[in-house]
């Protein structure tokens, strides 16, 4: 018998018509002999409506009560998918993260699992019955609820899978995979069969909502078999793995975009050992979390520093930064809090030249300046103005031919040079 962990997300169990047809999708594999865990989110929207709620009342609410609030959405769900299931015949039971003892540090709003006491789970399971877990939430070491971020549900299902060894973990969504970009931004886009750990990794911490990022990292560090399925139409969906010689030979398989962007520079720095670190010292004390780092080299004695953050974070930076401008040697400061970041992802790029070539000559025959660049060994970022995300998007994905399955043909050139370190992206 095998045994798997099913996420339904929001869309899935938006209102009870949604969660009798997730019950009779879980009553199916039932009976097709799996034994089934089942992790819920709670209905679509909800968890906004919630913390819209704290919001009106105080706009600091404590942490530690906004994570007792948003947790209610997912208490609603599991109750009614346990309702649903037994209607039809098949005992099951909700537990909340803090029945089935899913121990998280004490971090609210994002909230890491530290473990999970798989006994009661495992009791449920032998006694032929369903256990139904709300996603997104644990518990700490005093007893208090916390929240793991954004998306947490698919994280909740892939440390249960993990813990229980399960088979797969299966997440249940309103697409049917995991495409070459956001199917939503692009129709042309195209399924992956399949997608490498690595990829997919990037592609979360790059933008593509489909996995929580935490959820993919626990994927691989547990190997933990994952999918990405549509709850509204059958198929294979999109099998996340190790990479092996069989799979598709794509130099880019995916883009993602972020529109979180803001970008900083500060003009005129001195150019003495330290500078960086007054810059972003008090960057970093205030919390805020620095992605892209641009420094040019120094010309007469001076250099320009450009970094990019969250938006949120856009007016206390540049607030801080303001303070600071004598001490860190500054003559300005300017920003722009209306960019976007787009990447291009690929296993592929390890081995092959000509992607950022290719990747310049695209937008620039759109008409869309590049403000910074930043690659690694399998990703090139840019950021570009916001009002050419949707176009940039879509040169890529055409340029690069993503909406066909790749072919040797397709692919910029040959890996002829001996692959860099940091990546054959030039
Ligand atoms: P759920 O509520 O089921 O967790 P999410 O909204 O979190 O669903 O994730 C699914 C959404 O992710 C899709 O509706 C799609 O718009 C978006 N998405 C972004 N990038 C991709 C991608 N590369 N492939 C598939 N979906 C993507
Ligand atoms: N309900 C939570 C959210 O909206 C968790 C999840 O859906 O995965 O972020
Ligand atoms: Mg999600």
């Known amino acids: 018998m095998t045994l798997i962990v099913q996420k339904y997300g929001g869309t899935s169990v938006a209102d009870c018509a949604r969660i009798e047809h997730v019950a009779d999708k879980v009553c199916a594999a039932r009976r097709a002999g799996h034994d089934l865990v089942v992790v819920v989110s709670a209905m679509a929207g909800e968890t906004d409506r919630l913390l819209g709620l704290g919001k009106s009342i105080s706009q600091r609410p404590s942490a530690r009560e906004m994570d007792v609030l948003l947790s209610t959405g997912e208490q609603v769900t599991i109750a009614l998918l346990a309702i649903a299931l037994e209607k039809r015949g098949f005992?099951?039971?909700?537990?909340?993260g803090a029945q089935?003892?899913?121990?998280?540090?004490?971090?609210h709003s994002k909230a890491r699992i530290e473990s999970i006491d798989d006994g009661k789970l495992r009791a449920s399971l032998a006694g032929n019955c369903v256990p139904v877990v709300a996603g997104f939430q644990g518990v700490d070491e005093s007893g208090d609820v916390t929240t793991l971020g954004r998306g947490g549900s698919d994280t909740t299902a892939v440390a249960l899978a993990a813990a229980?060894?399960?088979?797969?973990?299966?997440?249940?969504?309103?697409?049917?995979?995991?495409?070459?970009?956001?199917?939503?931004?692009?129709?042309?886009a195209r399924r992956l069969a399949r997608v490498t750990f690595e990829e997919m990794l990037e592609l979360a911490s790059l933008g593509s909502?489909?996995?929580?990022?935490?959820?993919v990292e626990f994927a691989g560090k547990y190997n933990v078999p994952l999918r990405v399925l549509s709850t509204f139409k059958e198929g294979?969906?999109?099998l996340i793995t190790y990479e092996d010689v069989t799979m598709e030979a794509a130099v880019v398989s995916g883009i993602a975009f972020n529109r979180d962007e803001a970008e900083i520079t500060l003009i005129g720095i001195q150019d003495e050992p330290g500078a960086a670190y007054h810059i972003l010292g008090p960057i970093s004390d205030a919390n805020i979390v620095v992605d892209m780092i641009v420094q040019n080299v120094a010309?007469?004695?001076?250099?320009?520093?450009?970094?990019?953050?969250?938006?949120?974070?856009?007016a206390q930076a540049m607030e801080i930064l303001e303070a600071n401008l004598k001490r860190m040697g500054a003559k300005r400061v300017i920003g722009n809090d209306r960019v976007v970041k787009i990447s291009l992802v690929g296993v592929g790029m390890r081995s092959h030249s000509g992607v950022a070539t290719r990747l310049f000559q695209a937008l620039s025959e759109e008409g869309i300046s590049i403000r910074l660049v930043a690659t690694s060994e399998i990703k090139i970022s840019v950021?570009?103005?916001e009002k050419h995300l949707e176009t940039g998007v879509r040169a890529l994905h055409a340029a690069f031919r993503l909406h066909e399955p790749p072919q040797q043909e397709h692919l910029p050139q040959p890996a002829t040079a001996p692959v860099r370190q940091g990546g054959a992206v030039g």
Do not use: W
């Open 91 to 96: 005992p099951a039971r909700s537990f909340t």
């Open 100 to 107: 089935v003892c899913i121990r998280t540090d004490k971090e």
């Open 164 to 188: 229980l060894k399960a088979d797969e973990c299966q997440i249940y969504t309103d697409v049917d995979g995991v495409y070459t970009t956001d199917p939503r931004m692009v129709p042309e």
């Open 236 to 238: 294979e969906g999109t």
């Open 383 to 385: 950021v570009v103005d």
């Open 209 to 215: 909502k489909v996995l929580q990022i935490r959820a």
């Open 299 to 314: 010309r007469e004695g001076r250099l320009d520093f450009t970094f990019t953050i969250h938006r949120n974070d856009y």
